[in-house]
């Protein structure tokens, strides 16, 4: 079972960030492309390659979708036969066993929150009464916040790497890697793609995605969505090899007396941040870019910016409480401004 809500509009993420063909007067690639959709993680999963053997092609991506659907069997809260279940359950009591891979995830969830001074933090998942399905929304009361919020603090979660187990101190203590494995996940996947020998490919995870290589001769463009316009792009970036990853306010989110509750808590608060609408960052290495996002929308726009311009390879696109555009000096160069917005910060 996946681990993450089916965000509303996940199509027409897929729509947003998407492949922009070249004009049609351009010369044909002798590649051949291959374009697959599929449910995963609680999301629309779109993989995108080029190839000269379509045979191999295929045999590629249906492997990449195992790989991925497996990691995604292990690292779900939501399935009660997956090992992140088993330590949930175990919380208090005792250590649990855990795959190299998981302890691998753990472990970068560890390094941002230390980086963010717990502002991402995988036992926010301890926090009870919260659904952000805009049918059936809930709002849990302040006692029950109250109650469960002294649950949330990532130096509760003891890693045992030399052993590879994991144990949670507190009873009552669930982790919730819906922040962090996503992005794991879908580089397990672009690893199976290359190891097919597959050299030109995208994986777009609901809109987080990574590419390599480029599409018809030219860099993957991928699509930067505005939070306050459902549908409608901000900005267009091109890329031949990395990572594009976005948290906002406008992914699962409801209204109830005019205020907007979202699904990216404030470990500290127990509600929703308020620091940001959007932030999409972009970077070739995963454990500098992995979780950083979430972090941001929590930590405010200052504490990000100052960290995009000091970190090398890192660049990105902010969108503050106000809705004022921040874009980092080095992606305007490959930065395709949409809405006026974006433009004034260029």
Known sequence: MPFFFVKPGAFRLLLILMIFAVNSGCRESKLLPLEEVRLLMGTTVAITVEGADPVKL??????????MARLSDMMSHYDPNSVVSEINRRAGIRPVSVPPELMEVLKMARQVSMLSD???????????????????????????????????????????DANNKVFLKHRGMRIDLGGIAKLYILHAGMTVLQRHGIRHAMINGGGDI?????????PWRVGIQD??????LLARLKLNRGFV????????YFFKDGRRYHHILDPETGYPATAARHVTLVGTELAQINGLATAMMVKGTSWARALIERTPGLGGVIVDARGNVWISPDLKS???CIRPACTAAM
Do not use: C, H, M
Request: net charge negative; hydrophobic share 35%.
């Open 245 to 252: 990853v976005s948290s906002g306010d406008y992914e699962r």
């Open 227 to 232: 939070p306050r316009n459902d549908g409608q």
């Open 334 to 336: 490959r930065l395709q």
């Open 118 to 160: 717990g502002a991402f933090d995988i036992t926010i998942g301890s926090l009870k009464g919260w659904r952000f399905d805009p049918e059936t929304p809930a709002l849990p009361a302040p006692d029950t916040i109250n109650a469960t919020l002294p649950l949330v603090n990532y130096r509760n979660v003891v890693l045992d």
């Open 58 to 67: 295929k045999q590629g991506v249906n492997a990449a979708y195992e790989e």
């Open 210 to 218: 990574e590419v390599i290589g480029g599409f018809r001769g030219r």
